[in-house]
């Protein structure tokens, strides 16, 4: 399916998905899916979330605030995916930080996420190549990746997309590059992890590529738009999510993807 294709799905469906994310992304994770069309539900207690991820389209888990019940009820929500066939897409946020964020990444690597979202630190680190990142901010460029994310994608069997001024997504066998976006992006907090939601939410629609690469491109084409407009990272999250919106199937440029 065609990002054009999948941002039509998107909207006709309006899939719920189950977000899992951290205290800074909680609110621009939620308007990113309502503005681009997704039905979100932040769902977090260890008591209910194993009820709540089957009756979703997704689910998506962000370490980035992590603490001890919030870790248990992630490892329950994606055992409870993984019985449901429900898709979820993991966001190891600055694992390579701590000892403790590392075992909690590689706990829930162990329950297989359909795909994995990260900036080129967090890739690089999860393979076990040494990176330059700094918390939750990346410190290298995505090409320096791009190996350390088809090694994953092979031992893991999922998709994984590295973002960067130039996104590179792969399930190991196909690679895909998606240009656009603005180099105001990484100045407004979380947006990585509201990429990460919305991404879930095109995996409730789309085979996990196709879903990755849709996600992204719908992110390109807004970044872009917004920065035409924006003064600074104010202003541009309000145009962001304004472009989000007012993009229609069909306005999508798939000329910024590059299939390999
Ligand atoms: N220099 C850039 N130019 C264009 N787009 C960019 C640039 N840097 C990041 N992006 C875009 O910003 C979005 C978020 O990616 P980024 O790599 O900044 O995530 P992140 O580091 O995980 O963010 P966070 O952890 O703060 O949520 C992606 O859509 C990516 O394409
Ligand atoms: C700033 C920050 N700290 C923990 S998570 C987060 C949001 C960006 O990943
Ligand atoms: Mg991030």
Redesign the pocket.
């Known amino acids: 399916m065609t990002p054009n294709a999948a941002l039509d799905a998107l909207r006709t469906q309006a899939p719920l998905v189950h977000c899992m994310t951290n205290y800074v992304a909680m609110n621009i994770a939620a308007n990113v899916m309502l503005a681009a069309g997704a039905s979100p539900a932040m769902i977090h207690a260890e008591e209910e979330v194993a009820d709540f991820t089957p009756i979703c389209g997704a689910l998506t888990i962000n370490i980035?605030t992590l603490s001890p019940p919030w870790l248990t009820a992630m490892l329950k929500a994606a055992g409870s995916a993984n019985t449901a066939s429900v898709p979820w897409v993991l966001?190891p946020?600055a694992h390579f930080a701590t000892p403790y964020r590392g075992d909690a990444a590689r706990q829930l690597l162990g329950f297989k996420p359909t795909i994995l979202r990260?900036?080129a630190s967090?890739i690089m680190a999860l393979s076990g190549a040494g990176g330059a990142g700094k918390g939750?901010d990346s410190g290298d460029e995505v090409a320096a990746a791009k190996d350390s994310a088809i090694t994953l994608a092979t031992t893991h069997g999922c998709v994984v997309a590295i973002t960067g001024p130039v996104d590179f997504v792969t399930d190991g066998t196909r690679q895909a590059e998606i240009t656009g976006g603005d180099a105001m992006m990484p100045k407004i907090t979380a947006l990585?992890?509201a990429l990460?939601a919305l991404t879930g939410a095109y995996a409730a629609v789309t085979p996990p590529l196709e879903a990755t690469v849709a996600a992204l491109t719908h992110f390109a084409e807004a970044g872009e738009q917004a920065g035409k407009v924006a003064s600074g990272p104010g202003s541009f999250s309000l145009h962001f999510l304004d472009h989000l919106h007012l993009i229609q199937p069909g306005d999508l440029d798939e000329g910024r993807v590059t299939w390999s």
């Open positions: 980035g966001d946020v990260g900036n967090e939750a990585g992890c990460t």
